[in-house]
DNA sequence: CGGCCTTATTTGTAATACATAATTACCTTA
DNA sequence: TAAGGTAATTATGTATTACAAATAAGGCCG
């Protein structure tokens, strides 16, 4: 299930391998990296391959680079916060609880705000794939089969927003999400528990009734954040 | 006020150049670029400087490039749309209503609950970074004046949240909002109207009301919306 | 002492050569 | 003839070298 991002290009793994230590705190805002030359000689790649990833990392706000003075690490308030690889080293490096609750907070802003958007305005399509999701959620006969349509309900919803910077930021704060945790599972036993939550959000999209969504949807998600558990290391 | 983003590296001037070309549509999505050779010597640049260009654009998820088969424009799901220079090009391009929309949609979802977060942790340092922005607002004695300090007093909500997820977020946005709008200014003689609703939000964040806030602040973007007017394309 | 200029150092850009992968077409073989 | 493998082709990937440009630092000169 953890994709273990096997980048295939040379200069991606210096990306991450760069990015990790940035955002892991090994190489401190405000610090300058070696020299090129060094540092393209001590990770066995050559300058070319170097500069590539330098250039991806400046583009996500990590590093600053100047002639004369060298590459230093930028201070945090300009990283690309909502870059998905930042995110993702962050989860890698940062397993402190207070990180996951801002990941958690966003979510919960989100997905109401969504609930309540796609009431007033998915189409005829839009509403179906939602219906379709939960169908599925209610045929489920794993807790396998639910998790991948619960997944599916919640995509449907954000696409039928039709905002594609919401279901840009869903997509990606869900993405770090599922670094820690199994979203709203319980036990085996009652997995279904939540099939009621979902069902008043359809019914609120399809009668076109935005704020009734909405309060659905935050029962939804005050509801299921008591019962994410942590994920085991595997 | 329009920064005309002089980019001072060659290989930037080639991502900005590409970039706008590809989210203005000019390329479509599915296209393939020309071989680097002959898009270098096109663009009057080494194949050095465009393909570190173009890892920059990879890495904003716009473009793939594999081996033989070239370089093609990835579909629009695969684009960073939370990414300041992504958010940018679309500015530039797509003069749309319904983008702008999708802008102020983000924005009316993050700033109440942004309120809330504040009123519930701020600490006394971030409350009073709030409280001098606020006195700021109602001593301005010019327009500009007030609208530096209104971003401020926003801001300072922001980062009194303690969540540089939502941080990095509302700053995304309002950069691209204000590429179209002067944000909240009615006439010259009145520019001083909402001073009531931004001192309900923080006399709510004061005395830690999380809904209070919340509400107010909803008041008050609501409010917003309908006295924001378009720019001129100065 | 202060301002200007030279110099050294680091990134920026270019050009070239070759490696690697993936597609395509051909060629072998049952 | 069709299936399969194999080699040629062609794009990007990587390495190397050389030089340009910018700028911090130190020295020179007034």
């Not at 330098?54 to 590093?63: D, N, T």
Request: charged residues 25%; glycine residues 4%; aromatic residues 4%.
């Amino acid at each position: 299930m953890v994709k273990p991002v096997t980048v295939r290009n040379l200069h991606g793994q210096v990306v991450h391998e760069l990015g990790r230590l940035i955002v892991g705190g090994e190489i401190a805002p405000g610090q300058n990296l070696p020299r090129e030359e060094l540092l393209a000689e001590r990770m066995n790649v050559s300058r070319t391959a170097l500069r590539e990833a330098m250039k991806v990392l400046s583009a996500k706000g990590l590093i600053e680079s100047r002639q004369k003075t060298g590459t230093r690490v930028r201070d945090t308030v300009h990283w690309n916060q909502l870059d998905a690889d930042v995110l993702a080293w962050r989860c890698a490096s940062m397993p402190t609880e207070d990180f996951v609750e801002k990941l958690v907070e966003m979510r919960e802003i989100i997905e109401p705000a969504a609930a309540a958007a796609a009431a007033r305005r998915r189409s005829p399509e839009q509403l179906a794939r939602v219906d379709t999701a939960y169908e599925a959620m209610a045929a489920a006969a794993s807790l396998d089969d639910w998790t991948t349509a619960d997944l599916a309900f919640h995509e449907a919803v954000l696409h039928a927003t039709q905002n594609e910077l919401m279901i840009s930021l869903f997509s990606v704060i869900e993405t770090a999400l599922g670094t820690y945790f199994v979203l709203s599972a319980r036990t085996a036993g009652d997995f279904k528990y939540s099939l009621p939550h979902h069902k008043k959000v359809l019914d609120a999209i399809r009668r076109r009734q935005p704020e009734v969504a909405r309060q659905a949807m935050t029962r939804m998600v005050i509801d299921s954040r008591s019962n994410i558990r942590r994920r085991g290391k595997s």
